[in-house]
């Protein structure tokens, strides 16, 4: 506070206080609130590094098919003892949808990378104050599926014992899935958690 000093009538002096104004104070405070643009070469780098290290550490996960399978027994045992086990009556009726299943085998594919990396390109153009926000989200989502990858082995339905499931990648010879024909060998099958995929999508969404 500054102050000045005024005289009265009976000629006494007296200090009277005027505020210092405070707008320093509060262009600093929108400085600091006001979101910066990432560096691209940073943001290109740091997802380069992580999808590197995703894969890494998901493939080097031992591939417990034993566990995996029992894990995948138990849960289309409770889904039967519920009333819900529909996914193999689901799965033949779409394979017999060409066009359909074609178009869901490429949309598996590939539309999990094409979509979130647009996503994540459009706020770093036009928001950049929620980029950073939602790849943070992203990462996150990503540890929580490697944890799940690692403490929860689960084998997918076509390769359940005893099950009817029809691989349609292979039958429809649809390109593009890493658990499938000649690329699952660079994959580990039993990390197949595919909720986890879900959740990715969903938070681009």
């Known amino acids: 506070m500054g102050d000045s000093t005024v005289t009265t009538v009976e000629g006494r002096e007296e200090a009277v206080l005027h505020p210092v104004s405070d707008d320093?104070?509060?262009?600093?405070?929108?400085?600091?609130?006001?979101?910066?643009?990432?560096?691209?070469?940073?943001?290109?780098?740091?997802?380069?590094?992580?999808?590197?290290?995703?894969?890494?550490?998901?493939?080097a996960v031992p591939e417990q098919k034993a566990e995996a399978l029992r894990n995948a027994d138990w849960i289309w045992r409770v889904e039967h003892d519920l009333g819900i086990?529909?996914?193999?009556?689901?799965?033949?009726?779409?394979?017999?949808?060409?066009?359909?299943?074609?178009?869901?085998?490429?949309?598996?594919a590939t539309l999990h990378f094409v979509v979130t990396l647009g996503v994540l390109v459009w706020l770093f153009r036009y928001h950049p104050g929620r980029y950073a926000a939602t790849r943070t989200v992203l990462f996150a989502t990503t540890a929580v599926?490697?944890?799940?990858?690692?403490?929860?082995?689960l084998a997918p339905p076509r390769l359940m014992n005893g099950g009817d499931f029809v691989d349609?990648?292979?039958?429809?010879?649809?390109?593009?899935?890493?658990?499938?024909?000649?690329?699952?060998?660079?994959?580990?099958?039993?990390?197949?958690?595919?909720r986890c995929t879900s959740a990715g999508r969903c938070g681009a969404v």
Request: no cysteine.
């Open 24 to 59: 320093s104070g509060r262009s600093l405070l929108r400085r600091l609130r006001t979101p910066r643009r990432p560096r691209l070469w940073f943001e290109i780098l740091l997802i380069a590094v992580s999808y590197w290290t995703y894969s890494l550490i998901r493939n």
């Open 85 to 108: 086990a529909v996914e193999e009556s689901v799965n033949h009726a779409v394979n017999s949808v060409t066009w359909l299943i074609v178009g869901m085998n490429y949309y598996y």
């Open 145 to 153: 599926a490697l944890v799940g990858y690692y403490l929860y082995p």
């Open 168 to 194: 349609t990648v292979v039958v429809h010879q649809t390109w593009g899935s890493m658990a499938s024909g000649d690329l699952k060998s660079m994959s580990n099958q039993y990390a197949a958690m595919r």
